[in-house]
């Protein structure tokens, strides 16, 4: 039999939640490991422990609340994401897949239904990495993808330690980091996209991944008085940026529909008002539907950066980030997404993920389901960022059936 959640109790808890970090647009800034953050983290620990489910953190601060099942030596069901926002952030992206997790378990609770396998819901550490990039580290190093120390040696603008900001905030936790099995993971998205939204359709069922990639640019030029130095005398890194970050944009829009490309950081020296710039870098990050694409993108931004060195007698260097590669969800759990919808009165379609989740990292440690709502105007890391209560409402029911369904499975 199927269950549904209680939408308006998960409403409830979103626009709760929102208002930790709120903005005065209508989104929150909750930056990974800041006050915001440990506050969000409390109340969802708060509401973890209300609902009777037992809190593990570990050490990289990522918090796991479990609903013990009939067969404790079974590996549990993962559902969850994360609670950390951008700067600033909408209210809904990662949250409503925590939030509807929690409301997955009180269904169950109220329906009296014990599960032979425990559920977990997990809130991924830094997932975005708007403060402590490159973002979904938890979930990285539970998948065995980074080293513990690496992530608390990471700074953020201002310097400060990863590690630092967990123990202050009180969420360096005892636990090893993963090191053990998982049954299985399940996570319930916003689309950030607008297809959804233009098809009329509730669910999406993720069928496959893009090719991510990304890289560092690095502009050397000299220093001088801004007032004074010649014209014709300058080496402005900062014009070899902006020339490059013109190319950026440019090659991204050739590439229009399959694949993007955009410039999203630069940092200047010594960047005051009275010198002109002698160190630029740049980071940028790419997009594509194939790989072949995605690599030509990062072969014309090369060829770009080393053409606008050449016109501007700037030194430059080019470096690519390790990359995102492409790969397929399991038939299973998409066809499990689209019997649940169907079997609930909701319309889905397939379709891919243009961006990174947690759920990327968490496939080479068991099979993984992606599920997403839409979200108005495919808007997204963003205070205008919007899901409609019946969609959460929605996407909290396809979650809570197919983790019951999975939970109740015959032992393997």
């Known amino acids: 039999m199927a269950v549904r959640i209680d939408g308006e109790r998960l409403w409830s808890d979103i626009m709760t939640m929102a208002a930790i970090g709120a903005t005065a647009k209508g989104g929150s800034y909750r930056t990974s490991l800041s006050d915001a953050d440990r506050d969000g983290r ?6 973890a422990k209300e609902a009777g489910l037992t809190v593990t953190i570990d050490k990289i601060g990522n918090i796991f609340a479990r609903r013990e099942g009939q067969d404790s030596s079974l590996p549990p069901v993962m559902v969850g994401s994360h609670l950390d926002t951008q700067a600033p952030g909408g209210r809904f992206d990662g949250v409503l897949g925590v939030l509807a997790g929690l409301e997955v378990v009180r269904t169950l609770d109220r329906a ?3 599960t032979r396998r425990a559920i977990e819901i997990v809130n991924w550490t830094n997932e975005e990495g708007a403060r402590f990039p490159p973002g979904v580290v938890g979930s990285n190093l539970f998948a065995g993808r980074t080293t513990l120390d690496t992530l608390l040696q990471t700074r953020d603008r201002a310097g400060i330690l990863m590690g630092d900001e967990l123990k202050r905030i009180g969420y ?13 993971y399940i996570e319930l998205h916003i689309e950030q996209g607008p297809v959804l939204e233009a098809a009329n359709v509730t669910i999406g069922a993720v069928t496959h991944t893009s090719c991510q990639g990304g890289g560092l640019i690095e ?5 001088g008085h801004s007032q004074t130095t010649r014209m014709s005398k300058r080496r402005n890194a900062l014009v070899g940026a ?36 002698h160190k630029a870098v740049l980071q940028f990050l790419t997009v594509h539907a194939e790989p072949e694409g995605r690599d030509r993108i990062l072969d014309l931004i090369e060829a770009a950066v080393t053409r606008v060195g050449k016109e501007t007698q700037l030194a430059v260097s080019f470096s690519r980030n390790p990359q995102r590669h492409k790969f397929d ?8 997404a689209e019997r649940i919808s ?26 993984t389901s992606l599920i997403f709502v839409p979200c108005r105007d495919g808007i997204s890391h963003s205070e205008f960022e919007w899901c409609e209560p019946d ?3 929605a996407g909290g029911d396809v979650l809570a059936n197919m983790a019951l369904e999975r939970a109740q499975r015959p032992n393997d």
């Open 42 to 47: 409390n109340l969802f620990v708060h509401w």
């Open 329 to 336: 969800f399991p038939m299973e759990f998409v066809e499990l």
């Open 391 to 393: 969609h959460a409402k």
């Open 219 to 223: 502009i050397l030029g000299e220093n």
């Open 112 to 114: 009296g239904i014990k």
């Open 242 to 277: 902006a020339r490059i970050v013109e190319a950026i944009e440019q090659i991204g829009m050739a590439q229009e529909p399959q694949g993007m490309a955009s410039a999203t950081v630069i940092d200047i020296l010594p960047n005051n008002r009275i010198n002109i710039p």
């Open 342 to 367: 169907a079997d609930l009165g909701y319309s889905s379609m397939r379709l891919p993920t243009w961006t990174a989740h947690d759920a990327l990292n968490m496939h080479v440690v068991c099979p």
């Open 172 to 184: 360096a936790g005892d636990v090893e980091v993963g090191q053990r099995p998982v049954d299985s």
